[in-house]
């Protein structure tokens, strides 16, 4: 449902960045239903998450809001360190924040960024998520995490523009692999996303094996048409070991 602007709040509309009379859109995640509103009393939808044009919707695209749906205290611990690569709306980061000591949130998109920045303070967690523009690890070089969470563009090829960027790439799934291991904790893992619906999903899965990680299925959803795996990648002994 398209939100009449003088219902937004003036702390959210302050984050509009359309041409004039733009207004976004307003979806509810499941999954939100303990707390989290914007604490304007105008917003009626339980912890809201705005999507703006040029963003993957989570729910329409089912793999942002499945994920979301498998991070909680079980998987985050509260003195966790979480890095939410290819944040787009921002709803895995949202979900981590809640059980985190700390999430960054990364997107090469600009459009992402400022969507993710609105939805932290419509969640009130805007203090416990810091997000940061820019190409995969870039942004956070020379930092490491208990837990990655990437959700990666699915199909081969070389993107058109950002937006595509979270559906295309011709070296993401080398480069992510690659780069891995220096970002993660002794003890971390990182949790990636894959479609049946992409064809680059393989990659990933070949490349994370060639740079020594041990993957295994942490959960999987079927579709009619898709199915949805997340895999666990932890550094394999041998390489953990190795000098």
């Known amino acids: 449902?398209?939100?009449?602007?003088?219902?937004?709040?003036?702390?959210?509309?302050?984050?509009?960045?359309?041409?004039?009379?733009?207004?976004?859109?307003?979806?509810?995640v499941r999954g939100y239903e303990q707390g989290g509103n914007c604490a304007d009393?105008?917003?009626?939808?339980?912890a809201p998450v705005v999507v703006l044009p040029s963003v993957a919707?989570?729910?329409?695209?089912?793999?942002?809001?499945?994920?979301?749906?498998?991070?909680d205290g079980r998987l985050v611990a509260a003195d966790d360190d979480v890095l939410d690569m290819g944040t787009g709306s921002g709803v895995c980061a949202l979900f981590a924040a809640r059980h985190a000591r700390s999430v960054v949130a990364v997107d090469i998109n600009p459009a992402a960024i400022r969507c993710a920045t609105l939805n932290a303070l419509l969640n009130h967690l805007e203090a416990r998520i810091e997000i940061q523009h820019g190409d995969l690890f870039s942004p956070v070089a020379g930092r490491r995490?208990?837990?990655?969470?990437?959700?990666?563009?699915?199909?081969?090829?070389?993107?058109k523009d950002a937006r595509d960027a979270a559906w295309r790439s011709s070296d993401v799934p080398q480069r992510f692999a690659a780069e891995l291991a220096d970002h993660l904790k002794p003890s971390g893992?990182?949790?990636?996303?894959?479609?049946?619906?992409g064809d680059a999903c393989p990659r990933y899965e070949a490349e994370l094996k060639a740079h020594g990680f041990h993957l295994v299925v942490f959960a999987r959803r079927r579709y009619i048409n898709e199915t949805v795996t997340i895999l666990?990648?932890?550094?394999?002994?041998?390489?953990?070991t190795s000098p």
Request: proline share 12%; charged share 10%; net charge positive.
């Open 57 to 71: 919707n989570p729910n329409v695209l089912r793999t942002g809001g499945f994920f979301a749906s498998q991070i």
């Open 232 to 240: 666990r990648a932890t550094v394999a002994a041998t390489r953990a």
């Open 145 to 159: 995490f208990d837990l990655v969470l990437f959700n990666p563009p699915f199909l081969a090829g070389a993107p």
């Open 41 to 46: 009393p105008r917003h009626a939808t339980p």
């Open 1 to 28: 449902m398209a939100l009449d602007p003088e219902l937004v709040c003036p702390a959210c509309r302050r984050f509009w960045h359309g041409p004039a009379g733009y207004i976004p859109h307003w979806y509810g």
């Open 189 to 197: 893992a990182a949790l990636v996303l894959l479609s049946s619906f």
